[in-house]
């Protein structure tokens, strides 16, 4: 183990130099030797480095450098290390700085994190430390960006442009719909409301070769009952109280083209058992008619229902079931895609951004992070509302927390106490208990200013218990620990 600030030797003899001029890092410190001694170690990691003697100096070389990640002392003449990140974020505000200082205590930690200091280290640290924040400090950036661009290399693969994600539950779906698009099969798309089923039956149209006719949507659940027989297969002039004329139905208006059966899990018994005869003839009885008419429809339907529950409780047939599902699709809720969030928040902004004359300009750090962690029971429409509601309300600028709608605020998961809901996915539940129990020991330590006895007390915890888990978490390390505070 290399410690700085321990031990600083001839670096060169530990480290090979084998700079690849990839990722480019600058390092500001007084002390030449650790500044070297970190450099070497870099260079040796494969990232390029620059050096600057104090904060004035980092300033103007990242002026005149592309800089991607920031080393920083915290004693150094001229410009000094607080000052420095103030001044740097205010240049650069996605700059992740990583700073370090013999002489930290609590009140400076938290100073320096809300200055925006992604990562704080006290002396002595070890190096292989060191490089762990660096490549999560770059995961992060990496992260951040992505939110505010759209990647055009994965979203040319797809024929899917207007369906936003690149998880891999949606890199499969987009395969999924490309391969049943160039079939004719009956196909039943499933999932929580707002996850995206029209917009998918909308695709295996668009994309197959009756996409030179109809798409035809009926809502099953929104048409009276008593209608919606007439209005799926037309009725004939005189058939009914108020049939003053002959009416095609969907079914013959969609031929040759896509019948969209939406909601389909709300359609009554007696209409499913006309509705299955048509599917399997591919011929139909308008309302009062005589004859029989001969269609050519492709079936996609859809529900938010779980339909084999319906057929459990004999509330929706099973060999209409059947003959529906021949290719089911189930698409997931976005809580279990969470990694889309920024993605779907970037196009949407876009997308309400068009035509206005104000410009929102994104979102900040803490406002996207409680947003990529929010359950979104109403999925992606619910995330589309609310950034059509923010672009709105907001006009210009960038989002902050305070533009949040409370229950957003609310519901951060450092502030719930409710019990999560478990995702069909599953989670790690040992790192969500640990990450749990750290936001309320930090919270803690914030509300008594760093004193452990108070936080203890607060956390109905032993101070030697509480600085047993500071010390195995690395929270506070160092010196701090010894301190009676
Ligand atoms: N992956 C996605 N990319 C872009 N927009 C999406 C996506 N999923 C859903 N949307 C948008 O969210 C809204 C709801 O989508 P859609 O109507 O297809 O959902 P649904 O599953 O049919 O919901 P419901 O069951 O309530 O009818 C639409 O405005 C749609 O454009
Ligand atoms: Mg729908």
Known sequence: MILIGSIERDYKSIFRVNSMESTKILIADDDKKTRDFVTAFLNYKGYQVFQACDGQDALEKIELNEVHLVITDLMMPRVNGLEFVKKLKAMRPEMVIIAYSAFGNFEMTSSLLKAGVFFYLEKPFNLDELETH?????????????????????????????????????????????????????????????????????????????????????????????????ELFGHVKGSFTGAIATRLGRFEMADRGTLFLDEIGDMKPNLQVKLLRVLQNKELEPVGATRSKKVDVRIVAATNQNLERLVATKAFREDLYYRLSVIPIMLPPLRERKGDIPLLLDNFMVKFNANRQGKVKGLEKDALNILCHYEWPGNVRELENLVERLCIIKGSGTIAVSDLPEKYVGRRPQASSEPQALPDAGICLNSMVEEFENRLIMQALEKTGGNKKEAATLLNLKRTTLIEKLKKKKLLPGEALTSSR
Not at 144 to 165: A, D, V
Not at 177 to 193: M, R, Y
Not at 211 to 223: L, M
């Open 134 to 230: 660096v490549k999560r400090g770059l995961e992060h950036q990496t992260l951040q960006s992505q939110s505010f661009k759209t990647r055009p290399s994965i979203r040319n693969r797809s024929r899917i442009q207007n369906i936003i994600g690149e998880s891999e539950k949606m890199l499969s779906l987009f395969e999924l719909i490309e391969k049943v698009a160039a079939s004719d099969s009956t196909v039943l798309i499933q999932g929580e409301s707002g996850t995206g089923k029209e917009l998918v039956a909308k695709a295996i149209h668009d994309l197959g070769s009756r996409n030179n006719k109809s798409f035809v949507p009926v809502n099953c659940a929104a048409i009276p009952d008593d209608l919606l027989e007439s």
